[in-house]
């Protein structure tokens, strides 16, 4: 019941002074909430009061019942408020807003308020009847100014230690009615640069203990500064601004300018000692020589568009597994603006010793084809001598041809064998055939580009005889003669076929025995396709979107876009195939492509259409695709590009592997003869479009249609 009582009565005691606080002061715009309070006790007189709000701002107020407030402290040698827990609320701040009067005594008044870092108000504080300041303002150590112009101490006797503990105290304002009086504690201004131990009014310069023995301290006090030396930072600085921050990385651009915002920060504080001065010098000025410039990375660019192009399905798995993390890293090395010289040229070394060790699939393609022409052979037709060579020849290739880790070398050995062998093969007697069926294997692919116009006009027609002969010999109705004729008149024809003499040809993997080298040589010559590198040309790649258009794009003698604005998320500015995929995109011969499955009557190689986001440049492309494409560089061209039926369409076995978006260009490619069938009843129409397929296409495309 006593508990409850003394809860009543000390609320009751409290919301007249939360009410007095709310009439006293204006309202902030989020209003504190009072926390702490009570009166300073006055025996006879109504006592001054004090409130500490939630803000960390304590006031101190005037009587509650309107009455002039008094402040006594007595003996005291704490602050009224020395209970108030400052680690939850600290008070940062005491206001006197309205007039108060000090009674005999403010010992230690604010003594060991640390926390506070300003007292204002003080002109409403009438401290001139008082006769004790002991201890008034110890250990506020926090507050860096003092107000005291409206006091009058000419009454007070003791003020032991008034300021002691005051460390921060760097400015004092004293009136015309403030006298000391002894032992008042005021602490010694720092001797440390840039401070020089002295007090000083902007007229003369004196000593803590001076300044409290002079008759007449009014004024306003502070620190005396002596001299520092910026010379060196200044210069520093300046030297700073002359560099610009489009030469450097952007790393040591960024601590750059952490250093030189510091250095003039300090500059700017003439508070700020010789030590900090010289400190922010040197540091600046290391900064500076820190200063990174962009790595050269025009070696790792074209490393990366090298690598760019290589397309997995033609590299043996393991070396493409070693191949793509090194990829990777080169490309975060190109985009990260902060590598260095030495990490640019180390991803530079590692992505060409990466592409270099790339292991090509083996090509079966010859040796598939030599196997066979010799499967038609029969034994019965010739000697045993010139057989069982042959016949141990051809077991060999077909093993070789089985055996999927067979390396290229190992084709290429195998065919060589087996075509010398069946060149050696000795037909029986009887009617002698072979040497002209031989001969008629070995001219049939010559290519007309390979000889002047004029001697090779007379060839086809001896040619087309020779085979016709041949073929009545397989039913029974060819004499000798007439076999031993057509040899002759092929051998002569042969013979006079005038060779055109060129030295056009840089590559390595490309030569005469090929039956593509002379469309190959047209694309070259023209510049509509170029090598891997300048001395490969890897027929055997596929061909990806982006070279595809680039092929176009120089089909049209590399037209300059219309606009320079990318649609495409994943084409990036300055590649090797920008500009004609944006050339391409604009004039519909390519589009971009989506993620998503073909819809009824979509085309798979540009689904979404125009609006597409992406364009995917490093899939390789199919064999339809390539007729979709060259289909419409026709239209594009205006030529007629009405689509017929060859009598051979009907006999294609894979025609069903075409969806509808496919089947009008790859009818109008086949009916002009434009793709290299890869069997006679084949169309291949989702196999990947090969480079010396893309060639033939090429040289086609010139005889029909030019460019």
């Known amino acids: 019941m006593k508990k409850l009582i003394s809860c009543i009565l000390a609320l009751a005691l409290l919301l007249p002074l939360i009410s007095a606080s709310a009439q006293a002061f204006a309202a902030p715009l989020s209003t504190p909430i009072p926390i702490f309070g009570g009166p300073l006790n006055v025996p006879n007189a109504s006592p001054a009061r004090w409130r500490l709000y939630s ?23 704490t602050s009224a408020w020395w209970h108030v827990p400052t680690e939850d609320i600290p008070i940062e701040r005491i206001v006197f807003n309205a007039p108060v ?50 006091w009058d101490t000419r009454n007070v006797v003791d003020m032991t230690a008034m300021f002691s503990g005051m460390t921060a105290l760097r400015e004092l304002t004293l009136g015309a009615n403030f006298h000391f009086a002894d032992n008042a504690g005021l602490p010694e ?91 922010a010098a040197e540091t600046l000025t290391v900064a500076k020589n820190n200063l990174t410039a962009p790595a050269d990375r025009t070696a790792l660019q074209a490393a990366v568009n090298a690598a760019e192009q290589r397309i997995e399905r033609d590299y043996v798995h393991l070396s493409w597994l070693a191949f793509v993390p ?22 530079t070394q590692a992505l060409n010793n990466a592409l270099a060790t790339l292991v090509l699939r083996t090509d079966f393609t010859a040796l598939q084809r030599a196997i066979s022409n010799a499967n038609v052979l029969q034994e019965s037709h010739f000697t045993a001598v010139t057989w069982a060579p042959f016949a141990q020849a051809l077991q060999a290739a077909r093993d070789v041809w089985l055996n999927i880790n067979a390396s290229q070398q190992e084709v290429d050995d195998a065919l060589y064998v087996l075509q010398t062998a069946q060149a050696n093969l000795t037909e029986n007697p009887l009617i002698n055939h072979w040497t002209l069926y031989l001969f008629v294997q070995q001219v049939e692919d010559l290519h007309p580009r390979a000889f002047t116009q004029e001697s090779w006009v007379v060839f086809p027609p001896v040619l087309a005889h020779a085979q016709a002969v041949l073929t009545a010999h397989q039913g029974g109705n060819a004499t000798q003669e007439q076999i031993d004729a057509a040899y002759a008149a092929l051998r002569h024809a042969h013979s006079s076929l005038v060779t055109m003499v060129s ?44 070279q595809v258009a680039v ?17 495409f998320t994943d084409v990036a500015a300055d590649r090797w195939h920008t500009d004609a995929i944006l050339w391409a995109a604009e004039n519909n011969l390519m589009r971009g ?58 006999n294609y076995e894979d025609i069903h592997l075409l969806h509808s978006w496919g089947i009008d260009a790859m009818m109008w490619a086949e009916y002009h003869n434009l793709l290299p069938m890869r069997a006679d009843n084949l169309l291949s129409p989702r196999e990947p479009a090969r480079r010396y397929e893309t060639a033939v296409m090429l040289a086609r495309f010139w005889d029909s249609f030019g460019w």
């Open 55 to 77: 803000d960390g701002n304590l006031f101190i107020t005037p009587a509650v019942d309107g009455q002039l407030g008094v402040i006594e402290r007595g003996t005291a040698t």
């Open 503 to 546: 030295t056009w040809n840089p590559f390595t993997d490309i030569h005469r025995g090929q039956w593509f080298y002379y469309d190959v040589r047209l694309a070259y010559l023209n510049q509509i396709m170029l090598g891997t590198s300048p001395t490969v040309f890897q027929p055997n790649l596929s061909m990806s979107r982006a």
């Open 101 to 150: 009067v000090g009674d005999v005594s403010l010992r230690a008044l604010f003594a060991d308020t640390t926390t506070a870092t300003e007292i204002v108000g003080l002109q409403y504080l009438d401290v001139s009847t008082v006769t004790t300041m002991r201890y008034m303002f110890r250990n506020v150590s926090n507050v860096t100014s003092l107000d005291l112009s409206a």
């Open 326 to 347: 090194v990829l990777n890293e080169s490309r975060a090395v190109l985009d990260d603006h902060n590598a260095t010289q030495a990490e640019v040229d180390t991803a």
């Open 593 to 650: 492509v989506g993620y998503v499955a073909p819809s009824p009557g979509a085309d798979s190689s540009d689904i979404l259409g125009p609006a597409a986001r992406w364009f995917d440049p490093h899939r390789e492309i199919m064999r339809v695709e390539m007729a979709i494409f060259m289909h419409r560089l026709v239209e594009f061209l205006g030529y007629d590009t009405t689509v017929r039926q060859s009598e051979r369409w009907s």
């Open 189 to 279: 201004p720092l001797s440390v640069s840039p401070f020089t131990g002295r007090w000083t009014n902007g007229g003369i310069a004196v000593t803590s203990a001076e300044l409290m023995t002079l008759s007449n301290p009014t004024g306003t006090w502070v620190w005396q500064h002596g001299t520092t030396d910026r010379t060196a930072l200044q210069a520093a600085i300046t030297v700073a601004g002359q560099h610009i921050e489009i030469s450097y990385t952007p790393g040591s651009w960024a601590d750059f300018m952490t250093a030189l915002s510091h250095a003039q920060a300090v500059l700017d504080d003439l508070d700020a000692s010789q030590t900090v001065i010289d400190t």
């Open 551 to 567: 092929m176009l794009h120089r089909i049209m003698d590399n037209p300059t876009p219309q606009s320079s604005e990318i649609p």
